[in-house]
């Protein structure tokens, strides 16, 4: 994804190791390297536990690493910036304030809401929650939280939009609903879009490249990219063809059993010399 010059986002030997309280450590990422490109969709996919929300949060500026670089636009990352949107896997809405007033927040936070006001609507419209302004979180679905989640990144136009799991608790209708609607908002705003996700298939159908981890020390095992032309189709063969190819990989990662073929050489031979 490197085109040799500096890139957008410049990941350099990111070191994350967490210390419990008995000391024992987990070395969440080991010696990580990464480019990304602006306006690329991005995936993160690899088991449990291989510090794929980590990476996320370290790009965010949530954490900071004990070694390594990590850079956007040629400057360091520090503390978390509305140039970076992060949605949770779980949508974390204020239960007391409205979608629009839960969408509108970050405007506030920055004193732009009197000339920026508008964008509220713009967003609720783009992420398909008209009608439902005026409710409060508890009165909508995971997959409208989620919806108001994403739009409330959105609406501070951020550089990079940081999606963890954000579609992982969702039915598979409501799921691949969202999946398209954060495709075309992606196409309309040319953000850059980092997303964590388990599914394989939404890996290949949203993103360019999808960053394959390995777990415990978590590293980049490989990156896939996806060159799929026209409108993207789970049945077509090359998509076919690449799911095969990255569920490979990742029961290589470790991250899913399934029962592995013994070698014929380490078969029980029989008294005939066949093997049984
Ligand atoms: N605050 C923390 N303190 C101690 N260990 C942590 C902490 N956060 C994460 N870890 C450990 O670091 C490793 C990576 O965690 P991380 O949450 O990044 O994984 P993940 O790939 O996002 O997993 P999942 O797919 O389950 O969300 C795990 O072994 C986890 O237990
Ligand atoms: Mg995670």
Not at 180 to 188: L, Q
Request: aromatic letters at 6%; proline letters at 4%; one cysteine or more.
């Amino acid at each position: 994804m490197s085109n040799g010059q500096s890139s957008f986002i410049e990941i350099r030997q990111i070191n994350r190791v967490y210390f419990d309280t008995t000391g024992r450590q987990t070395v969440a990422l080991q010696d990580v390297d990464l480019d990304i490109e602006k306006g690329e969709f991005i995936s993160f996919i690899g088991p449990s536990g291989c510090g794929k929300t980590t990476l996320l949060r370290l790009i965010a500026g949530l954490d900071s690493p004990q070694s390594g670089t990590l850079k956007m636009e040629g400057k360091p990352v520090g503390k978390p910036s509305h140039e970076r949107g992060y949605v949770f896997q779980q949508a974390a809405l204020f239960p007391w304030k409205t979608v629009e007033d839960n969408i509108a927040t970050g405007l506030k936070a920055r004193n732009i809401y009197k000339e920026k006001k508008g964008d509220v609507a713009k967003y609720i419209d783009m992420i398909g929650l008209n009608g439902f302004e005026k409710a409060y979180p508890h009165e909508i679905s995971g997959g409208m939280a989620q919806r108001v989640a994403i739009a409330r990144a959105l609406i501070n136009e951020p550089k990079v939009l940081l999606l963890d799991e954000p579609l992982g608790a969702l039915d598979a209708f409501t799921r691949i609903d969202l999946q398209n609607t954060i495709r075309k908002i992606w196409e309309a705003t040319g953000t850059t879009i980092a997303l964590v996700t388990h599914d394989v298939d939404e890996a290949i159908f949203m993103s360019d490249h999808i960053v394959i981890m390995t777990a415990r020390p978590g590293k980049i095992s490989e990156i896939v990219d996806v060159k799929l032309t026209g409108e993207r189709d789970r049945n077509d063969n090359d998509f076919i063809v690449l799911r095969r190819y990255v569920l490979d990989k990742l029961h290589l990662a470790g991250g899913h059993d399934k029962p592995q073929p013994v070698p014929l050489e380490d078969r029980v031979i029989g008294g005939d010399g066949e093997a049984i």
